[in-house]
C-alpha cells in the first residue's frame, strides 16, 4: 500500500510539473478563444458546507484534518473565511456565477448528499464524512435561476419513501449515491419499497460506480456496477456515474462488469462525469468506441474536480493533439474548457443535448 501510494504521488508531482511548464510556455494563453454558445445542462455538480448560516451542513474530523479538505476549499473557490463570513450559501453564490459566465452549460443540477444511517434509521453522524441535507439546497437553490435540485436519501433511513415524495415535491430531478461512503448497498433487497418509490416517481437514480478516492476511506465493493442489477430489474431508471471506470470486484474490472450489463437492462445509463481526470485519462475515449455506451452516455462535471492538475487537456494529447490542447487551455471558463475537451475527445453533440430531457420531470407519466 505504501508503495502505491509512493508511486501515485510521485506520478502525479510529474504530472503536475510537466503541466505547469507547458502551461507557463504555451503562447495560446494570451488569446481569446472563440467559445460557441449552447444550453447544456451539467447534471453533476457539488456542494459543500460546515454549517454556517443553518445550513445543517457538515464534513466530519476525519475529512477536515485530511490534506484534501484545503484542496477541496480551493478547488469549491472559497475560501474559511468567506464560508464564515457569508454561510455555506457562498459556494451556491460562486457555482452560479461562473454557470452564468459559461457559454456552453446553462444550468446545473447541485447534488445533495446523505451520509450513513445506522441500525436505527438514523444519520450516524460519526461515520458520515460529507452531509449536505436536502432542506438546505431546497431552501437557498430558488434563488438561483441556473441551479436545480438534486436530492440525496439514503434508503435505510426510518422514513427513507417520506423523505423521497418530500424531495419530489421540492423539484429534485434526481436522487443522488455514493453507496461507498454512504454504506448502501444497492442489491439489498430489504430496500425494495425504496425502488418501488422511484419508479412510481419516474425519479431517476444518479449513483457512484467504481473505486472511490476523494474521500478519507470508502467501502468499494459497494461500488460494483453489478449490485445495480436489482433496481434495474425493478424498473429504476439508473444513471452509472463515471461508468464504473476505476476498480475491480471478482477479478473484473468495474467497467467491463457494467458493460456486460448494457443489453439486458434498457434503463441503464452511464454518465461522463470525471472522465477527464487524470487517473482515469483513457477512460472516455475506450468508451466512446462502444455504440452501446455512446446511446446511453449523458453529460456531467463532478465539480468542483476539475481544476488543474487533476484535470487538463494537456493529459490528453495521445487523443486530441497538441494544437487542439492548447486551444482548450486558453479557455477561462472551467465549464467551457470541460465541454471543448469533452467534445475534442469525441464526445457527440447529442450527448450534451439530451441530457437535460433525461433529467426532467415528466408530469404526464403521472396523470
Do not use: C
Request: glycine residues 6%; aromatic residues 8%; charged residues 20%.
Amino acid at each position: 500500500m505504501l508503495r502505491f501510494l509512493r508511486t501515485s504521488l510521485l506520478g502525479l508531482l510529474a504530472l503536475s510539473v510537466t503541466g505547469w511548464v507547458i502551461w507557463v510556455l504555451t503562447p495560446t494563453l494570451a488569446r481569446v478563444v472563440d467559445v460557441p454558445t449552447t444550453d447544456y445542462l451539467d447534471m453533476h455538480v457539488h456542494t459543500a458546507g460546515i454549517g454556517v448560516g443553518g445550513s445543517g451542513a457538515f464534513v466530519n474530523e476525519a475529512m477536515r484534518s485530511s490534506y484534501k479538505f484545503p484542496i477541496y476549499l480551493y478547488a469549491l473557490g472559497v475560501s474559511m473565511e468567506e464560508i464564515e463570513e457569508q454561510g455555506d450559501v457562498v459556494v451556491l453564490r460562486n457555482i452560479s456565477r461562473q454557470i452564468d459566465e459559461s457559454r456552453r452549460v446553462a444550468r446545473a443540477v447541485v447534488l445533495a448528499m446523505d451520509g450513513v444511517v445506522n441500525a436505527r434509521g438514523e444519520l450516524d453522524v460519526d461515520q458520515t464524512q460529507i452531509y449536505v441535507p436536502n432542506s438546505f439546497l431546497m431552501r437557498e437553490l430558488p434563488r438561483f435561476e441556473n441551479l436545480e435540485f438534486g436530492a440525496s436519501v439514503n434508503p435505510y433511513r426510518l422514513d427513507a419513501v417520506d423523505r423521497l415524495e418530500r424531495v419530489a415535491d421540492g423539484g429534485a430531478l434526481l436522487v443522488k449515491w455514493i453507496p461507498n461512503i454512504m454504506h448502501i448497498d444497492p442489491a439489498d433487497e430489504a430496500i425494495i419499497p425504496f425502488y418501488r418509490k422511484l419508479v412510481e416517481l419516474d425519479m431517476p437514480l444518479l449513483t457512484h460506480t467504481g473505486q472511490e478516492r476523494s474521500f478519507a476511506h470508502a467501502r468499494d465493493e459497494l461500488g460494483d456496477p453489478d449490485r445495480l442489477r436489482l433496481p434495474l430489474s425493478l424498473g429504476v431508471r439508473v444513471m452509472a456515474a463515471h461508468i464504473g471506470s476505476t476498480g475491480m470486484n471478482d477479478g473484473i474490472s468495474n467497467y467491463e462488469r457494467l458493460n456486460a450489463m448494457i443489453e439486458t437492462f434498457p434503463n441503464l445509463a452511464v454518465g461522463i462525469s470525471s472522465l477527464t481526470q487524470f487517473n482515469r485519462r483513457n477512460s472516455l475515449a475506450h468508451a466512446l468506441t462502444r455504440v452501446e455506451l455512446n446511446e446511453r452516455m449523458y453529460y456531467g462535471t463532478d465539480w468542483p474536480l476539475q481544476f488543474f492538475p487533476l484535470v487538463s487537456p494537456l493529459f490528453h494529447l495521445n487523443h486530441i493533439g497538441w494544437r487542439e490542447a492548447r486551444s482548450i487551455v486558453a479557455i477561462d471558463n472551467v465549464w467551457d474548457r470541460d465541454v471543448a475537451l469533452k467534445e475534442a475527445m469525441g464526445v457527440p453533440t447529442v450527448v450534451f443535448e439530451r441530457t437535460s430531457a433525461y433529467f426532467s420531470r415528466r408530469s404526464d407519466v403521472h396523470q
